[in-house]
T-cell receptor, first 114, second 113 residues
Framework: NAGVTQTPKFQVLKTGQSMTLQCAQDMNHNSMYWYRQDPGMGLRLIYYSASEGTTDKGEVPNGYNVSRLNKREFSLRLESAAPSQTSVYFC?????????????FGQGTRLTVV | AQSVSQHNHHVILSEAASLELGCNYSYGGTVNLFWYVQYPGQHLQLLLKYFSGDPLVKGIKGFEAEFIKSKFSFNLRKPSVQWSDTAEYFCAAEGGGYQKVTFGTGTKLQVIP
């Protein structure tokens, strides 16, 4: 039982390049999230998906796109990377039901845009 | 919209001091509450959670939290902190029909030996 797996762990991009961060969970969770974490800013929600086929913007969606192709996977795409997108990115998932709503996190992706 | 507030951004304590970190949430109805911890360089891990029942919840590593419904609060406490508790602590809530976990901005705790 791997939990939440995100790849890659580290990435360096040049300004203007594109890339996709992958996330998969094996806990049969309905909800999945992408956060970015920056010093002094806490966790900021980029996008979230309450179920397969649905996505909603969080507080900082500009410059990102997401795709929830199936229940397990939720990817985050940077179409044209900017230095302001240098951050640590976390994927998370959570279930439904009274006792199943805690969020589980992936190990994070450290992205540097130069 | 639901929100979670953590009023202490940075707390510095000496070892053996007592800890209390504040957390308030803004939405009504049934709510599930969580505290997460993030050690330096690591991802967030669940410290404790409240779903229902006894409002005093005990978690790992001697942490506990008290749910006070009338104050919309879920404060984290530990009687005696250790240097190894140095980390960032996040309060989170889920409920009000939103099916989404919302996080506070986090509190950095620094414990001085």
């Amino acid at each position: 039982n791997a939990g939440v797996t995100q790849t890659p762990k580290f990435q360096v991009l040049k300004t203007g390049q594109s890339m996709t961060l992958q996330c998969a969970q094996d806990m049969n969770h309905n909800s999945m999230y992408w956060y970015r974490q920056d010093p002094g800013m806490g966790l900021r929600l980029i996008y979230y998906s309450a179920s397969e086929g649905t996505t909603d913007k969080g507080e900082v969606p500009n410059g990102y796109n997401v795709s929830r192709l199936n229940k397990r996977e939720f990817s985050l795409r940077l179409e044209s990377a900017a230095p302001s997108q240098t951050s640590v990115y976390f994927c998370a998932s959570s279930g439904r039901g009274a006792m199943n709503t805690e969020a589980f996190f992936g190990q994070g992706t450290r992205l540097t845009v130069v | 919209a639901q929100s979670v507030s953590q009023h202490n951004h940075h707390v510095i304590l000496s070892e053996a001091a007592s800890l209390e970190l504040g957390c308030n949430y803004s939405y009504g109805g049934t709510v599930n509450l969580f505290w997460y911890v993030q050690y330096p360089g690591q991802h967030l891990q669940l410290l404790l959670k409240y779903f229902s029942g006894d409002p005093l919840v005990k978690g790992i590593k001697g942490f506990e939290a008290e749910f006070i419904k009338s104050k919309f609060s879920f404060n984290l406490r530990k009687p005696s902190v250790q240097w190894s508790d140095t980390a960032e602590y996040f309060c989170a809530a889920e409920g009000g029909g939103y099916q989404k976990v919302t996080f506070g901005t986090g509190t950095k705790l620094q414990v001085i030996p």
